[in-house]
């Protein structure tokens, strides 16, 4: 079982990023997905989750109208389109998955290895 995230990188303010996470070794359609992130000396925050057939978002307030969540069944992979990017932004980010069969949250079952995300000028 493994989740790999891609896309993190440096940008400067008011850029943009676009994540992917892909699974492999299980059915991620049976699963829904989240992205979190975590920053030096700071708790783990929760950014996005994605119900199974992506009918239900959640979005953390700081990223509403910034972040979109979504996710392709068929090619088992969730992304994270990140736009007007802030330095507050900045933060290892993971995708997660937990098994259930409705709605989203940040618990998972498992996660990925993260993806550095730096927003500097």
């Known amino acids: 079982v493994q989740l790999v995230e891609s896309g993190g990188g440096l940008v400067q303010p008011g850029g943009s990023l676009r994540l992917s996470c892909t699974a492999s070794?299980?059915?991620?359609?049976?699963?829904?997905m989240s992205w979190f992130r975590q920053a030096p000396g700071k708790e783990r925050e929760g950014v996005s989750c994605?119900?199974?057939?992506?009918?239900?978002?959640n979005y953390a307030d700081g990223v509403k109208g910034r972040f979109t969540i979504s996710r392709d069944n068929a090619k088992n992979t969730v992304y994270l389109q990140m736009n007007s990017l802030k330095p507050e932004d900045t933060a290892v980010y993971y995708c997660?998955?937990?098994?259930?069969?409705w709605g989203c949250g940040y618990e998972y079952d498992y996660r990925g290895q993260g993806t550095q995300v730096t927003v500097s000028s």
């Open positions: 070794g299980f059915t991620s359609n049976s699963y829904a």
């Open positions: 994605i119900s199974i057939t992506g009918r239900n978002t």
């Open positions: 997660a998955a937990r098994r259930r069969t």
